[in-house]
């Protein structure tokens, strides 16, 4: 079993920076991706970076220039810096990771993590 834990997140003034990570722990499988979604208040969950293995790193039409995905898949861990924050990114935070084992997709989700930016 695969158990995802985040960190990072917090109250941050409009213009800040925040880091979040994502741990896993137990037996880490073959990786399709790995990503983070946000969900706000009333809104649907929306993907806002992923890094798919193998293959490239994509993110949403409004953090991109802002926000950077990374990993150490050593350390089983994905971070998201998120620089020059806005109001509009508050937000549940969460990750997420796509394995294949046992013949099939699995996700594992994280927790969720709140940032919450004040202007």
């Known amino acids: 079993q695969v158990r995802l834990v985040q960190s990072g997140g917090k109250l941050v003034q409009a213009g800040g920076s925040l880091r979040l990570s994502c741990v896993a722990s137990?037996?880490?499988?073959?990786?399709?991706?790995m990503a983070w979604y946000r969900q706000a208040p009333g809104k649907q969950r929306e993907l806002v970076a992923i890094m798919r293995t193998p293959g490239g790193t994509n993110y949403g039409d409004s953090v991109k220039g802002r926000f950077t995905i990374s990993r150490d898949i050593t350390k089983g861990t994905v971070f998201l810096q998120m620089n020059s924050l806005k109001p509009e990114d508050s937000a549940v935070y969460y990750c997420?990771?796509?394995?294949?084992?046992?013949?099939?997709?699995?996700?594992?989700w994280g927790q969720g993590t709140q940032v919450t930016v004040s202007d």
């Open positions: 997420n990771w796509e394995m294949y084992h046992d013949h099939a997709v699995h996700n594992y």
């Open positions: 137990g037996t880490i499988f073959s990786i399709n991706s």
